[in-house]
């Protein structure tokens, strides 16, 4: 991109101050346009709300307020329909923007920016994009829970192991499991929700840092925009990027979700596990080992979480020291959260697709809980029922089951009652019953349990939660 030679007055903002040209290296490396454009019409909103402010506060004539705002509409439109094409060697979307609206109205074109800075109007639009889209996301978010409470909804008896150290800890059921993983995402949900509530003050009026001595209204102009309220000191609302920071982490938190619940896929898929066979349409092959089937959709989910994480971190960094108010450091923070919301989206997107069409091998499940000695915190608590005091009854049931071992026994209920008895007198016929996987998991219906009944509720409150 050559930047040599400008030609239009309005191309560079700041051009009566510096009489040399910018070297074009040096313009093409602060340029912001290539990130920024994507702002477009958000920049075209804040506009039409100032020029309207600037119009009815008798600051510029209304004639010319009235011509900017249809000045705006029109490049809106064409934008949308591709007539006009964004420059992509202007300096950023406010220049570009304001540079065309001058070159069409001349003087009235010119009128615009009394009162605003580019420093505040980066914020609003930076916040009115995030207004836009962060609803979006948490629309996709709320319906990969539909998805994933879908499938758990259908396996609320089916029953698996759950782990802890990844070694079989307890019977539970994949309902169960899959709604674990749904309460989480429910959290992401709800946080998007905080952030966006603390982000709906309005910048415009904040000018460079210190407002304006011009009369603008900032309430008019934050209710036009669609936000709260105006932001309550100028100085703040140029120096602020918490918002940034706060849907960064955000986008981070739920990405690590993602990459957990994609490494239960990835270990789930593998033939040592078998509990899941993918769609053939959410998997890869090899290129030189024919007979593989890869659960690569995973793994470059799991993946990408690193990518969100690296964006907080890069956002962290960025704001650390910076001296009040703005600074152009902060121009590097649309990059990274941009591109955290975008790799959330498409990663829930792929998860989304990914877990509506896999199968569970549910008899793999099933069978993955006998032998393992998964019931043996319900014969301890067995024997707390029956008053042996727990740690009684937890050296108890592990000195049966190193019986078992010794014996060649997979489980339990492989002793036969005199055996039982000869550790607990305590132990009676019904032991036997209370002992399989689906009585272990009926017995445990606390709220939050894995009981089909009590998972059931808990789907019906998260399906409340996402509506
Ligand atoms: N492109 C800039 C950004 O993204 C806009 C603000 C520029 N302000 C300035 N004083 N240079 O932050």
Redo the contacts with the bound molecule.
């Keep these: 991109m050559m930047r040599g030679d400008l030609k239009k007055e309005t191309e560079v903002l700041w051009a009566g101050r510096l009489a040399e040209k910018p070297d074009a290296e040096a313009f093409a490396f602060q340029a912001?346009i290539g990130?920024?454009a994507r702002l477009a019409f958000d920049d075209i909103a804040g506009s039409k709300a100032h020029a309207a402010t600037l119009g009815r506060q008798g600051i510029i004539p209304k004639d010319a307020a009235a011509k900017i705002g249809r000045e705006l509409d029109r490049i809106a439109a064409e934008l949308k329909a591709g007539k006009l094409a964004i420059d992509p060697a202007a300096?950023?979307i406010?220049s570009f923007i304001e540079g065309i609206l001058t070159e069409r109205l001349g003087d009235a074109g010119r009128m615009l920016h009394a009162g605003r800075?580019?420093?505040d109007?980066?914020a609003v639009d930076f916040k009115l994009y995030l207004k836009r889209i962060v609803p979006e996301l948490r629309a996709e978010l709320a319906e990969t829970i539909g998805v994933l409470l879908d499938q758990a909804e259908k396996h609320t008896a089916a029953v698996m192991p759950g782990y802890t150290h990844l070694q079989r800890a307890q019977p539970v059921t994949l309902g169960y499991h899959l709604t674990a993983w749904c309460a989480a995402l429910e959290r992401d949900l709800s946080r998007f929700a905080g952030a966006l509530s603390r982000l709906d003050e309005c910048p415009l009026g904040a000018g460079?840092l210190a407002g304006s001595g011009l009369p603008l209204d900032r309430k008019a102009a934050a209710e036009a925009l669609g936000f709260a309220r105006p932001s309550l000191n100028s100085m703040d609302s140029v120096a602020d990027r918490d918002f940034a920071l706060e849907l960064s982490s955000c986008c981070a938190i739920a990405m690590v979700h993602l990459s957990r619940f994609c490494e239960d896929v990835v270990l789930w898929a593998s033939e040592e596990f078998k509990f899941i066979e993918l769609a053939e349409a959410w998997s890869t092959g090899s290129s030189i080992m024919p007979q593989k089937k890869n659960p690569d959709f995973a793994e470059l989910i799991r993946g990408k979480a690193g990518r969100a994480a690296g964006n907080l971190v890069t956002l962290l960094t960025l704001l650390k020291g910076l001296p009040y108010a703005?600074d152009?450091d902060?121009?590097e923070?649309?990059e990274s959260l941009f591109d955290s919301l975008d790799t959330l989206r498409s990663c829930l997107r792929v998860f989304r697709g990914m877990m509506r069409d896999t199968q569970f091998n549910l008899k793999r499940m099933q069978a993955a809980c006998s032998g393992g000695f998964l019931e043996a915190t319900d014969a301890a608590e067995y024997l707390v029922r029956k008053g042996l005091p727990f740690r009684k009854a937890h050296e108890t049931a592990a000195l049966i089951v190193r019986d078992c071992i010794e014996a060649g026994r997979r489980q339990i209920a492989d002793r036969s009652l005199a055996e039982l008895k000869a550790r607990s007198k305590l132990f009676e016929e019904d032991i036997y019953e209370a002992l399989s996987p689906a009585a272990c998991i009926k017995a445990r219906g606390l709220p939050g349990g894995p009981a089909p009944k009590e998972v059931r509720r808990q789907i019906r409150a998260l399906r409340k939660k996402i509506r």
């Design positions: 912001s990130v920024d300096e950023d406010h800075s580019r420093n109007q980066v460079a703005y152009k902060l121009q923070d649309k």
